[in-house]
């Protein structure tokens, strides 16, 4: 079955470090993957998507289908990134979105 | 512009009591649309999706129901709520289709079952 896993539920790293959020996927086909961010008290909004292979507010995620990953990186971290960040995975050719768990992260001041 | 829009955003009710949840999406037409739960330390458990009027896939077997009247309207409904069903209600649209497109998420429902 496909599964997306978020290991980490909460992360805190001080304002000005880099930033490292793990999504690891189990798909044995070509996935579609995204990163959705919720601010506090704002909806769920799309991030970023591997398709695209750009950069969203300084966020990068490279797929690395050898591990089956998809990991968000930012290479210093602002305290207006603190947010809850949800890994998803989308097969291709169905209608269906498979959200991981979630990671809260708290950018210190 | 696309808006999606869900009511009420706060709902508390009893144990045995029904439930309806409404979303609505305007700008579009033909969207594909989703309800999800979102729980704490569970993530997104996607709840029911549906590609056109009538047509409604059920991901996990519980106590709720969807339907879809309308084009753009989704209805999450139950006969009677159980305690377990108390969680916040998110509703989502994508274009038509299957592929890499964009969910697009309306402000959520909080619903409490006491």
């Known amino acids: 079955a496909q599964r997306v896993t978020q290991p980490e539920k909460l992360l805190s790293v001080f304002k000005g470090a880099p930033v490292e959020l793990k999504c690891n996927y189990s798909?044995?086909?070509?996935?579609?993957l995204f990163w959705y961010v919720q601010y506090s008290r704002q909806r769920l909004q799309l991030l970023l998507r591997?398709?695209s292979r750009e950069s969203i507010k300084g966020f990068t995620a490279d797929l690395n289908k050898g591990e089956t990953s998809f990991h968000l990186k930012k290479p210093f971290a602002q305290e207006e990134d603190s947010a809850m960040y949800y890994c998803?995975?989308?097969?291709?050719?169905?209608?269906?979105?498979?959200f991981g768990t979630g990671t809260r992260l708290k950018v210190l001041a | 512009s696309q808006t999606i829009h869900q009511w009420p955003a706060t709902l508390v009710q009893p144990v045995g009591s029904p439930l309806s949840l409404e979303c609505t999406v305007e700008g579009t037409s033909n969207p594909n649309l989703y309800w999800y739960r979102q729980a704490a330390g569970r993530g997104l458990q996607l709840l029911f999706y549906?590609?056109?009027?009538?047509?409604i896939s059920s991901e996990v077997p519980q106590n709720l129901s969807a339907s879809r009247p309308q084009d753009r309207q989704f209805i999450l409904s139950s006969k009677k709520l159980l305690l377990s069903d108390s969680g916040f209600y998110l509703c989502a649209w994508s274009v038509a289709g299957t592929g890499a497109y964009e969910q697009y998420f309306g402000p959520g429902t909080r619903l409490t079952v006491t």
């Open positions: 998803a995975l989308s097969r291709s050719g169905t209608y269906k979105y498979i």
């Open positions: 798909y044995s086909g070509s996935p579609e």
């Open positions: 549906s590609v056109g009027i009538g047509q």
């Open positions: 591997h398709i």
